[in-house]
């Protein structure tokens, strides 16, 4: 995570309130503002956004926007869809971003996603082939 003086440099953020675990305050987005959440502690990283416009729900690339805002382009952060169980939701449109800070977060391998750009087509097989090794998996090529 950027520290708060890295973050307040992007001047898209005016904190209204901080403790010894986060802040909160108004996320300039480029085309909407909101509210926003970000704190630290039992070994999370979060940050969520609210819209004022209640009808709007950010989209992916406000989500990247608030990543990369947020946290280093080394690092991963992840929205997280829990059991129906777990839900929370207090806030409409409210959408979340996380980060693991007490193990290395396991992501999946970006071959199941799609070709990286440059990537060729031997290495992608490779990478497949990799993934099925890891996950103790026998790759049967279609």
Not at 23 to 49: D, M, T, Y
Request: negative net charge; contains cysteine; aromatic residues 10%.
């Amino acid at each position: 995570m950027k520290t708060i003086e890295e973050i307040m440099a992007s001047q898209r953020i005016a904190i209204d309130l901080t403790d010894p675990e986060g802040f909160q305050g108004v996320i300039q987005f480029p085309r909407w503002q909101g509210s926003i959440i970000v704190s630290w502690g039992a070994g999370w990283e979060h940050a969520s956004v609210s819209p004022f416009r209640r009808s709007y729900t950010p989209t992916w690339d406000d989500m990247c926007f608030l990543k990369d805002l947020i946290w280093r382009e080394d690092e991963a952060a992840i929205q997280i869809h829990p059991p129906k169980e777990e839900y929370v939701n207090n806030m409409p449109n409210c959408l979340h971003l996380w980060r693991c800070t007490y193990r290395e977060m396991i992501l999946p391998p970006s071959c199941l996603v799609g070709i990286k750009k440059g990537q060729t087509g031997a290495e992608l097989k490779k990478e497949i082939e990799e993934a099925y090794r890891l996950a103790g998996e026998r790759y049967i090529q279609g």
